[in-house]
């Protein structure tokens, strides 16, 4: 029960983390347009969403602590290769919907990365969700108590408080680095501490995650038996 609010918790500090720090990215390490910003940020969340019946394909395959596993090593991974694309990774200009100004073959590349990112983005918020009805059976079988708004709310405030732990390194990060805030141009230390702080900060998060993760040994067949267990338990009651 431990291992798997703290794999949520670090997961969620590293998703705090990308998702204050990527605006950073776009606009002052790619001098993405703000407009074009918001644009490529829309269309990543409604990737995010498109690939839920994927994941819910792959945890009824392979089960929930598996699919959970792919999904965090698949954003890791995702995430440490927008370490290596560079403003020239595509070369040329681009338009795209709804912004007046032309976008660079570099931010173009971003795109496509973030496209791909939130796929295991979705996946590592989708699949845990479906894995705490598991454990409130499990902690009854081994308290005696359904403690089921204990447990959610223990959840929600691990989401909060990596969400805010996540927010507050990046800022850490980025003051340490030289960022000026409101400063139409940053130095190339500050531009560097961004491209870190994006990358490495979350990736180190979800790698431990992922293997803090396999101390959860709450399996499927587990489970079963943990439901025919408090079956019995109540018709002798």
């Known amino acids: 029960l431990n291992s798997f609010f703290f794999v949520h918790l670090l997961k969620m500090t590293g998703i705090g983390a990308a998702a204050t ?8 390490v790619f001098n993405a347009p703000a407009q074009a910003a918001g644009v490529i940020l829309s269309i990543v969340a409604s990737t995010a969403v498109l690939s839920i019946p994927v994941w819910m394909l792959v945890m009824s395959r392979f089960g929930k602590k598996r699919a959970y596993s792919y999904a965090l090593g698949f954003l890791a991974f995702s995430m440490f290769i927008l370490l290596f694309i560079g403003p020239n990774t595509i070369a040329g ?3 795209i919907p709804y912004v007046e100004e032309m976008i660079s073959g570099g931010v173009v590349a971003v795109a496509l990365a973030l496209i791909i990112v939130s796929f295991g983005d979705s996946g590592s918020i989708l699949i845990p969700n479906g894995m705490i009805p598991d454990t409130v059976e499990a902690d009854e079988l081994r308290t005696g108590i359904r403690r089921e708004g204990t447990i959610l709310g223990a959840w929600i405030l691990s989401r909060k408080l990596g969400m805010a732990l996540g927010a507050f390194g990046i800022t850490l990060i980025l003051s340490q680095t030289g960022f000026v805030s409101g400063a139409p141009e940053q130095t190339e230390d500050a531009i560097a501490g961004i491209r870190y702080a994006y990358v490495l900060f979350p990736c180190a998060c979800y790698l431990l995650s992922l293997i803090i993760l396999q101390r959860y040994d709450l399996t499927e067949e587990k489970y079963n038996n943990i439901i025919a267990d408090l079956e019995k338990r109540e018709t002798t009651a």
């Open 21 to 28: 720090a990527v605006i950073y990215f776009l606009v002052f």
């Open 93 to 95: 200009t681009f338009s």
